[in-house]
């Protein structure tokens, strides 16, 4: 992944830090932290900003691999969304 798109995402949280209240180092964020983030505490412009940067397939494997995970830290009703969004869109 080009380095611009993850410091254009690293951007959103810069732009918004209530969506990452527990550091302030952002540009150390990966982009797992970052999509975990918006999807649980962003507004949908922030999601669909954070789409534009990635791409949707980009985005839905990140989501994949956030979902799966043996401890998912995405709130129960983001993660039933976004598995719907995502098996549609990013199939």
Not at 21 to 29: A, C, E, V
Not at 64 to 88: M, S, W
Request: overall charge positive.
């Amino acid at each position: 992944m080009p380095s611009t798109a993850l410091t254009k995402a690293r951007n959103i949280i810069k732009k918004n830090p209530s969506l990452i209240w527990y550091t302030k180092g952002y540009d150390q964020l990966d982009l797992k932290a970052i999509t975990e983030a918006v999807l649980n505490y962003g507004s949908w412009e922030q999601f669909l900003e954070l789409k534009s940067i990635l791409t949707t397939k980009k985005l839905g494997f990140i989501y994949h691999q956030l979902a799966n995970q043996k401890r998912c830290n995405l709130h129960p009703l983001v993660k039933n969304y976004f598995k719907f969004y995502f098996n549609k869109y990013a199939s």
